[in-house]
Each structure stands twice: as C-alpha cells, then as structure tokens.
C-alpha cells in the first residue's frame, strides 16, 4: 500500500473516532439536562421560591472548566461551549427572559448572548430606564445595560437610574466591541452619509476622517437603528456590530474600523436578588460624602484602611443639589466575606449615604 493509501485508512480512523465522541458528548449532554430537571423538580417538591438562575454556580462551574482546560481549545472557546450548554439546560427548566437596551442588533444583545448564551427569550427595549423598569415588574428575571467603555468612558444615564432603583447588580460582562463599515453600496465613493450611535461614531473618529471625510456622520439612538436606515437608504452606511450586518442583510465593506484595537465595553446584569458569594467577585457601591474639608479622602479611607483594592470610582452630580455629588465605586471582594464586610461597617459610620448596589461574580471571558 502506498503513502496515500495509508493517509486515507488513517483519516477514515480518525474520523471514526470522531464520530463516536460526538454520539458520547451528546449522551453526556442530555444526561446533564436530565439532572437539571431533577434539581428543578427538587425545589419545587420542597415548596422552594424558585430561582433557577444561580450567577455565583454558573461562574463557579465556566471558571473551573476554563482553569482546568488542558487544550487544544483555548479558555475563551470552552467558555464560550459551556455557557450555551448551560443556558440550553436552564431553558428545560425556565426558559430565562432578559430585557437589554435594543433594537435588535446591537453590542447589548449581543452581551445578552454572550452571558446567557441562546436559549433565552430576549425583550428589546428603546431605553436603559426602560429595561430598568420591565425588571423590577418581574417582567423579565434579568437585564443588562452598558455602563462603560474603555475608549468613551462611563454611560452615565445608566449609573443616574441606579440612583432611584431597588435593583441589584447581578454580573457583569467585557464584550470586545469592533466596529464595522455596514451597507447596501460596494465602495466607499459612493457613501455620502454614516449613522451609527454617538460612541460609535467617537471610537471610529479618526478612520472616517481618513476615509470618508466629505461623508455626513448621523447620531441616531443605536447601532441597530443605524443598520435598519443604512438597509433602507441609498447612499448610506451604518457603523456597528457584525450582528447587525446579518439581522438587516448588509455586507462589511470594512470590518473592524475602531480606531483603539483593544476597545472593550462593560454591561451589568440586574435583576432582583443578591448573589451569594462564587469566590471571585466584585462589589458595587453608590456613597456620598459628608460636606467637611478632605471629604472624598475620608469617604474612601476606609477601604484603604482594611486593604480592599478599589478598581472604579466615578462621581455623578447630586440632582437637586447644587455642587454636591455622589460616587460609583467598585472593588475587589463580595460585600459578605470577612475581608470586605468590616471594611463597609466602617465606610458606612463615615459616609453620608453608602448603599451596596450588588455583589456580583467577576466577569468570565
């Protein structure tokens, strides 16, 4: 037999194989449903209020798969794996809804999927106050917003509806964010006019001033409503996400034309409940100062003083009153471990106003 021959027998054995662990994976697949459902008939045998989301369990179990992942597959594609078989478990018990910052087409949605993954009822909403509101109705279990990008800074209409909200941070998700150049046209000569949302647009600032300098650049309320005129106009192109291009049937003329390669914008989860610890998580607080000389220093004193380390702090003026501020925080740590719940006793005797917004698991890749 020659060397073909030999290449040939050898790739029929191979996929074979193949064949056998894809009808062994399924197996073990629906196996796991199986027991999902059992658990799911658990508590409701047990009268239990039932919550079959359990972020700090989700994160516990991607987190481990991904530290314990001995390759080919990297930890972002096991992730990635795991997390669709997760939510297709979750949806045999309770299918899960989530309300997200629409239209259809978006960087929101696509953090939707990217944390729940597919088997999920997604309710798109025209604003972030909006999608507040549909959860705290119990209309949908879980929301997610944008609160920062690492290119535009924080969205701070989001952090402004915290304020009045009885709602907590659930999780948090790092969506790589890259722009692409979405139409009907064929080339850049023949686009006279670019919609995208206001962020879009500042984070391709400097590649449409290179490109298409002559072209009018359109703020419009989301990339989604950008792709949906850009389909319907002659002329014209959006800025946005590759989903985008797919929902309204527009090509990439130019794909990733962000002008920071690393451009990454973060979401929160909301929803209506505290997250137990996951053993690696974040803690998200809304203080206010006491009006005397070196106010901030001694507001974060306290975090200094038991060695908690403080990755976020943004402040937002005080509605309704002049010159007075209040401040997002984030730091490392869920509120009831030993190392963070002394720390905010103390923040609290010396703030005006401290409030745990939500503890939460840190964002899985």
Excluded at 103 to 118: D, I, L, N, Q, V
Excluded at 124 to 148: K, M, Q, T, Y
Excluded at 151 to 164: A, R, Y
Aim: with cysteine; charged share 25%.
């Amino acid at each position: 037999m020659n060397d073909s021959g030999v290449s040939r027998d050898r790739l029929e054995t191979i996929r074979d194989r193949i064949d056998d662990l894809d009808h062994r994976i399924l197996a073990l697949i629906n196996e796991r449903a199986g027991c999902a459902l059992e658990v799911a008939d658990i508590k409701r045998a047990a009268g239990e209020a039932i919550n079959f989301s359990r972020p700090e369990r989700e994160a516990q179990v991607l987190r481990a798969l991904s530290q314990g992942n001995g390759g080919p597959l990297d930890g972002e594609a096991v992730t990635r794996v795991f997390r669709e078989i997760i939510s297709a478990c979750l949806a045999l018990e309770q299918p899960l809804s989530i309300a997200y910052l629409g239209p259809s087409g978006t960087f929101t949605e696509a953090a939707a999927y990217k944390h729940f993954g597919r088997s999920i009822d997604t309710r798109p909403l025209a604003a972030i106050d909006e999608v507040f509101r549909e959860v705290a109705a119990g209309s949908a279990h879980f929301g997610v917003v944008p609160v920062e990008n690492s290119t535009e800074g924080m969205v701070t209409h989001t952090l402004d509806v915290f304020v009045n909200s009885s709602l907590r941070i659930c999780g948090e998700i790092l969506l790589p964010v890259h722009q692409h150049l979405i139409t009907r046209e064929h080339e850049l000569i023949d686009i006279h006019t670019v919609y995208s949302h206001q962020q879009s647009l500042a984070q391709c600032r400097e590649w449409l001033d290179a490109n298409l300098p002559n072209a009018r650049r359109i703020s419009v309320t989301s990339n989604g409503e950008a792709a949906r005129r850009a389909a319907e106009e002659l002329g014209t192109a959006a800025i946005g996400p590759r989903m985008a291009a797919e929902i309204y049937e527009l090509d990439l003329l130019v794909e990733r034309i962000e002008d920071e390669p690393d451009n990454t914008t973060r979401f929160l989860v909301i929803g209506d409940h505290d997250v137990p610890p996951s053993g690696d998580d974040k803690t998200s607080l809304l203080l206010s100062a006491r009006n005397r000389p070196g106010a901030l220093f001694h507001l974060i004193k306290p975090l200094s003083d038991h060695g908690i380390d403080m990755t976020r702090l943004e402040s937002r003026p005080t509605r309704g009153r002049l010159w007075e501020y209040m401040f997002f925080v984030d730091i490392v740590g869920h509120a009831e471990s030993d190392e963070v719940r002394p720390a905010l006793e103390a923040l609290k005797d010396e703030a005006a106003l401290c409030r745990v917004l939500g503890s939460y698991p840190r964002a899985v890749s």
